[in-house]
């Protein structure tokens, strides 16, 4: 497995590359931690498993590189640089980034996107502006009130949330369970036991092991069966009943 670092306008692109050295892209959007150990372990995860992977800079405008830790100090500052994020611009980012990775020479067999956190929302976002072949979106904390994009969004899309998730409430999520119910390209998993986060192993505040394994479970089968080299969207979905 090796990386490199793209450039796409005026910021930084990491890109993880699989041991073929080919495979289908995957735009990996961070949350408000940055591309810190958790996404670098995430995005080697999704690389060793067959993905052309790359994890747009964000916040580049205001703070380039930015990475912080996992506890309430890191969580702090965090809330900090994103309290100067410009959402538009950022979408507008991550769906230079859609582009410019499907013109990379590895990338074969379709372009998705997965995210966590803010990046959840994005990546949601990124479903209703551009034309990905498969979003997943992790506790994406504007999703509720937003649903009115689900009408925009054609692409196969699965939502993952938790239960206890004290910044996007089990009655908002629900709220999401009424609209996706009875689109065919749309799935959501909630974790009731967890909270926010709780993927986010290097986040001990946040980490629910248990959650995290069947979440990631279903994740990935939903990226393999949908963003595989040569694979079928409809079949698919078809097959995950």
């Known amino acids: 497995m090796t990386s490199r670092v793209e450039t796409v306008g005026d910021f930084d692109l990491p890109v993880w590359l699989p041991a073929s050295g080919r495979g289908p892209a995957l735009v990996l959007v961070q949350e408000i931690f940055g591309l810190d150990d958790y996404l670098r372990s995430v995005a080697t995860e999704l690389a060793a498993a067959g993905y052309v992977v790359g994890v747009p800079d964000l916040f580049w405008r205001t703070d380039p590189g930015w990475s912080s830790s996992h506890d309430?100090?890191?969580?702090?500052?965090?809330?900090?640089?994103?309290?100067?994020f410009d959402h538009e611009l950022g979408l507008a980012d991550v769906v230079a980034t859609l582009e410019h990775m499907r013109s990379l020479?590895?990338?074969?067999?379709?372009?998705?996107?997965?995210?966590?956190?803010?990046?959840?929302?994005?990546a949601y976002r990124l479903a209703a502006a551009a034309d990905p072949?498969?979003?997943?979106?992790?506790?994406?904390?504007?999703?509720?009130?937003?649903?009115?994009?689900?009408?925009?969004?054609?692409?196969?899309?699965?939502?993952?949330?938790?239960?206890?998730?004290?910044?996007?409430?089990?009655d908002a999520v629900a709220r999401v369970e009424a609209a996706v119910a009875g689109r065919p390209n749309v799935e959501i998993h909630v974790?009731?036991?967890?909270?926010?986060?709780?993927?986010?192993?290097?986040?001990?505040?946040?980490?629910?092991?248990?959650?995290?394994?069947?979440?990631?479970?279903?994740?990935?089968?939903?990226?393999?069966?949908n963003l595989t080299p040569g694979g079928n969207r409809e079949t698919g979905l078809r097959e995950r009943g």
């Open 105 to 122: 020479p590895e990338v074969t067999g379709g372009a998705g996107a997965l995210g966590f956190c803010l990046g959840g929302w994005l």
């Open 72 to 84: 309430e100090a890191g969580l702090n500052a965090s809330l900090a640089v994103v309290g100067e």
């Open 133 to 170: 072949d498969v979003v997943v979106s992790f506790y994406g904390s504007g999703v509720p009130d937003h649903l009115d994009l689900l009408d925009e969004i054609t692409c196969p899309l699965q939502f993952h949330f938790g239960g206890q998730d004290p910044y996007i409430p089990r």
């Open 191 to 225: 974790q009731e036991q967890a909270g926010h986060a709780f993927h986010n192993h290097a986040a001990p505040m946040f980490h629910h092991p248990e959650a995290a394994a069947e979440a990631w479970r279903l994740a990935t089968a939903f990226l393999n069966a």
